[in-house]
């Protein structure tokens, strides 16, 4: 069976992956393991130069190809006039590809990913789509658009996913909507990222990995080192990721005095995030909104206990006291009354070190390929063989 995959992310020309390309975050990972179920998979995607400060993983699977889109210029509202220019140069090869597919895998929210689920939709083909935002916050009517129209063609041969869970049905109304977790990490890889000595909490280190946004609230992390200074002396803090809010974020650790103690690292690839991980004590995660976010997994995975918000999927991931805490009010005070008694005594850290381990066990991509087989298998019937 021959699947295309449709997708607004950006892979840059690279010699050293199979497919020619490569890009950043979980999506090679993830694109690996569904290309795993198909005979072959085509990947339609926006193709750019580099973006300065990226590095990046190859786009790589059993039976992959990449087939190179224009990438829509501009952001925001430029970027959404630019899509008329941009179906002008891309629509034929879309369709031309979804024509010769067996079935459809829409990535969204994103422009290209609602176009690739309205081609399947209009094609009449087995179609898969994953809403990889958080479900329950929609932040623009396009967002609501793209939830509407999943909503409406779930079921029968179209199996309609959305990133997260929190113990309610993503569309009480739509059954047919199912939650499905999100990970970037085979049983290899947290085999490796297992903690192999004791745990340590001395010297106190932070870290928040995420894209760098208003809505993550990593500022408040910031905030918690001048309470957390007079009991941790060493105490620091790792950011990981870039995004709007790093003017703000650099400028609150300037004004609180505790700049160097504060290190920006930027993007970074998944084979430099575990490592700065695994170096760390708590992950601390103040989101206001979420999907999945596969960095608190990775986190779980490394050992690191998890003080976050009771937002989407977190109370499931993160038991509260036992592989960290969820808290809601997740103000400075609080935060660093939480990290405190993370740490207040060995023993409970290691209890806490331990949790978090466990916890992320069951998130593997082998776990999240076969959860996406069975639903396949369960729409799609005789006509879906992934061998």
């Known amino acids: 069976m021959q699947l295309l995959v449709i997708s607004h992310k950006l892979c840059w020309a690279s010699a050293d992956s199979p497919s020619g ?56 509202w430029r970027r959404k006039w630019s899509m008329i220019e941009w179906l002008g140069r891309n629509a034929a090869m879309l369709w031309r590809e979804a024509g010769e597919a067996d079935a459809i895998y829409a990535l969204i ?41 999943m909503e409406r063609a779930a079921g029968g041969r179209n199996v309609m996913l959305a990133t997260g869970g929190d113990g309610r049905a993503p569309s009480p109304r739509h059954p047919n909507v199912r939650w499905i977790f999100s990970t970037s990490l085979w049983r290899s890889d947290l085999q490796r990222c297992a903690p192999t000595g004791p745990p340590r909490t001395v010297p106190l280190r932070l870290i928040n990995a995420c894209r760098q946004e208003p809505y993550k609230r ?34 609150t650790a300037k004004e609180l005095g505790v700049a160097d ?74 935060l660093a009354a939480a990290i405190a008694q993370c740490v207040a005594e060995e023993a409970v850290y290691a209890r806490m070190a331990a949790a978090a381990t466990r916890a992320a066990a069951g998130f593997s991509l082998e776990a999240w390929q076969a959860s996406v087989g069975e639903l396949l298998g369960a729409a799609w019937g005789g006509s879906y063989d992934a061998r």
């Open 261 to 334: 103690r504060v290190r920006f690292h930027g993007q970074v690839p998944q084979s430099a995030v575990l490592p700065l991980l695994r170096q760390a004590t708590l992950f601390c995660y103040p989101t206001a909104t979420e999907g999945f976010p596969k960095a608190v997994v990775e986190a779980l995975a490394c050992g690191l206990p998890v003080i976050t918000t009771p937002v989407s999927v977190l109370p499931l991931l993160v038991a509260d006291g036992v592989s960290g805490f969820v808290l809601p009010d997740p103000s400075p005070a609080p």
């Open 21 to 76: 390309y490569s890009t950043d975050g979980g999506f090679p990972a993830q694109i690996e393991a569904v290309a795993g179920l198909f005979t072959g998979t085509r990947v339609a995607v926006p193709v750019g130069a580099r973006p300065p400060g990226k590095q990046g993983s190859p786009v790589q699977g059993r039976g992959l190809h990449v087939v190179p889109l224009t990438a829509p210029a501009g952001r925001g």
């Open 109 to 149: 929210p994103g422009d290209i990913g609602l176009v690739g689920l309205l081609v399947g939709l209009v094609r009449r083909k087995p179609l898969l789509a994953r809403y990889c935002g958080d479900w329950h916050d929609m932040k623009s009517p396009f967002q609501s658009l793209t939830r509407w129209l």
């Open 218 to 251: 990593t500022e408040l992390v910031i905030q918690t080192l001048p309470l957390l200074i007079p009991r941790f002396p060493a105490v620091s803090l790792d950011i990981i990721g870039d995004g709007s809010s790093l003017p703000l974020l650099r400028q």
